[in-house]
């Protein structure tokens, strides 16, 4: 299994609250990427990253920023977290390719409820 | 909207018969991927097919890709319960290194 770990893996929060999560990798992949999964609407991508600070948006980022300071690490913070982004969160992390995107490795994901 | 979009949505069998998904998208590919997705776990890759390629195996897998339809499919042979999962196919469509995932098929293969 590529070295890929989230955390935390289960959180609750209130409405309004800041939250962050973490996706710590052992591989020295260059890409990294999280996405959220809901049911009836497979995996979208939140933002991903190209190199330590080299971050894009995906096409669901409002409400999201990210942050990569070091190779191994890329972070998801929910600045004021609401109802709408209670979901289960997926890093993923990939060595790219030669001119397209390679095999995606993911972690085993974050289970974040709003209240 | 999705890029991608898997047809069935649901699909249940029998253990040893074959299972076939099919995914559609809408604008041109570099490459398309299949992943699976066990209860509860994080995606798993299963196979790549370039847009050059019009066909790929991988031990049990097939996938096939049509770029003129703009289509694939995933045909899994000799089905094993442990293959109940979900299925989704991902897309590169070249704007940066990054991929578009479907919706998914739920495969239930009962004993």
């Known amino acids: 299994d590529a070295g890929i770990t989230q955390s935390p893996r289960h959180k609750v929060t209130e409405t309004g609250t800041p939250v962050t999560l973490r996706c710590h990798q052992t591989?020295?992949?260059?890409?990294m990427y999280w996405y959220r999964q809901d049911p009836g609407h497979g995996l979208r991508l939140i933002h991903y990253?190209?190199?330590?600070?080299?971050?894009d948006k995906g096409e669901v980022s409002d409400g999201y920023s990210v942050s990569r300071s070091k190779t191994e690490d890329f972070l998801l913070t929910l600045e004021s977290a609401t109802s709408s982004q209670t979901s289960v969160y997926f890093c993923?992390?990939?060595?790219?390719?030669?001119?397209?995107?390679?095999?995606?490795?993911f972690g085993e994901g974050s289970r974040l409820t709003v209240l | 909207s999705q890029q991608g979009e898997e047809d069935p949505q649901a699909l249940s069998i029998q253990e040893g018969e074959n299972a076939t998904m099919n995914c559609s998208y809408k604008?041109?590919?570099?490459?398309l991927q299949w992943y699976r997705q066990n209860s509860g776990r994080g995606l798993v890759h299963l196979i790549l097919?370039?847009?050059?390629?019009r066909e790929k195996h991988s031990g049990r897998l097939r996938v096939t890709l049509d770029t003129s339809k703009k289509s694939s499919s995933l045909l899994i042979t000799a089905s094993r319960a442990a293959d109940t999962a979900s299925y989704f196919c991902?897309?590169?469509?070249?704007?940066?290194?990054?991929?578009?995932f479907g919706t998914g098929t739920q495969l239930k293969v009962e004993l």
């Open positions: 097919i370039r847009s050059n390629e």
């Open positions: 991902a897309t590169d469509t070249g704007g940066g290194n990054k991929l578009t």
């Open positions: 591989e020295n992949h260059r890409y």
């Open positions: 604008t041109s590919i570099n490459n």
């Open positions: 993923a992390i990939s060595e790219g390719g030669r001119g397209h995107t390679g095999e995606l490795f």
């Open positions: 990253s190209y190199g330590v600070k080299d971050t």
